[in-house]
């Protein structure tokens, strides 16, 4: 990313040919507003560092909030990573997050328990649908 106009270039070549792009871990390292707004990204992923106290810091929920919005206005859907809490999913929820992913859901699943996942809505020890009703 360092060079940016070649960077771009081979990012819109990639998006001319079908490839969606996703910013991964948002708000970590070198995540800037330039960045955002100069490339064509479909999906901001926020970090699961800024997700992991939304429910009990009102200053990291609006940090939170804050990421939403402006993913949005830009155009852009949004994954929250590493949720593990009831909590942290009714704030995500609160907010419009997109699509969410973590724990609360299911541990990380080999292919074929996966595939099992996807037919029957729940792993070996996690029911997500049951969980999503709550």
Do not use: N
Request: hydrophobic share 45%; charged share 20%; aromatic share 6%.
């Amino acid at each position: 990313m360092a060079d940016t106009q070649r960077a771009t270039q081979t990012l819109g070549e990639l998006t001319a040919l079908g490839v969606r792009l996703w910013l991964d871990d948002y708000g970590t390292g070198p995540s800037s507003l330039p960045l955002l707004e100069q490339f064509p990204f479909e999906i901001l992923k926020i970090d699961r560092g800024d997700v992991s106290h939304i429910a009990e810091d009102p200053g990291a929920e609006a940090a939170v909030a804050s990421m939403i919005e402006l993913a949005r206005s830009l155009g852009m859907a949004v994954v929250a990573e590493g949720v593990v809490t009831q909590d942290q999913l009714a704030v995500l929820r609160r907010h419009g997050c997109d699509h969410i992913q973590g724990w609360l859901f299911s541990r990380p699943l080999e292919a074929e328990a996966l595939s099992d996942f996807l037919v029957t809505g729940h792993s070996e020890d996690i029911d997500p649908l049951h969980m999503l009703r709550q």
